[in-house]
């Protein structure tokens, strides 16, 4: 079946640091891909999308692009600051008869120290 | 205009007890998913409800269920709660399955003690 492989966190990084968290995916079919940010406490927000290949999502200083020939939709961010601090999910659309839902990846934590 | 909104926001159960938690989705959204979050198994697909008919279930036990009204609000329902329920329910709310994303609510954290 369908699935998301982020990388292990948690990810610590200096104010104004590069960012890149990996995620990659296995899907059959051509499914959107995502980006949700989970603050304490809080549900989910959607960061970030992208819905055919070679689309790159961008919001808030973050891109993400679609690349199907390595099945892969990296987070980067060029200089993350303190408030970033989160727990990042990358997420696809799996589409069924009549269905939809979202398949999550496990999450990765990301610590900005000041 | 208003999100997603989960009620109540924090439970506390008693193993054997059931629960229903209700959410209310974004104006003019029809379409309303759960889900189950939790630090071992992450973020699971409980189910999908569009017009009020259930069009997905993910693999939950029969415990689980749900239902949703014609002003698209849905419910989800635990019975016989296990310890292992313990978990942060999520709603999500779409204009219909499928488009443009889900808005999720800030969820119910349910403990069952």
């Known amino acids: 079946g369908n699935s998301v492989t982020q990388m292990e966190g948690p990810v610590t990084l200096s104010e104004e640091a590069f960012l890149t968290i990996n995620c990659t995916y296995t899907a059959t079919g051509y499914p959107s891909l995502f980006w949700y940010v989970q603050y304490p406490g809080e549900g989910l927000q959607l960061l970030l999308k992208?819905?055919?290949?070679?689309d790159k999502g961008s919001n808030k200083g973050f891109e993400a692009t679609y690349r199907k020939e390595t099945t892969s939709f990296h987070l980067e961010k060029g200089s993350v600051q303190v408030s970033d601090s989160a727990v990042y999910f990358c997420a696809l659309s799996d589409r069924g008869d009549s269905s939809y839902k979202l398949i999550f990846g496990s999450g990765t934590r990301l610590l900005v120290r000041p | 205009k208003a999100g997603v909104t989960q009620t109540p926001r924090y439970l506390i159960k008693t193993r054997g007890q059931q629960v229903t938690l209700s959410c209310s989705p974004i104006s003019g959204h029809r379409s309303v998913s759960w889900y189950q979050q939790t630090p071992g198994q992450g973020l699971q697909f409980l189910f999908e409800?569009?017009?009020?008919?259930?069009?997905n279930k993910g693999n939950f036990p029969g415990r689980f269920s749900g239902r949703q009204f014609s002003n698209s609000r849905s419910e989800m329902n635990v019975s016989t709660l296990e310890l292992g329920d313990s978990a942060l329910y999520l709603c999500?709310?779409?204009?219909?399955?499928?488009?443009?994303?889900?808005?999720f609510g800030s969820g119910t954290r349910l403990t069952v003690v």
């Open positions: 992208a819905t055919k290949a070679d």
């Open positions: 409800y569009f017009s009020e008919t259930q069009r």
């Open positions: 999500a709310s779409s204009l219909a399955p499928g488009a443009d994303g889900y808005t």
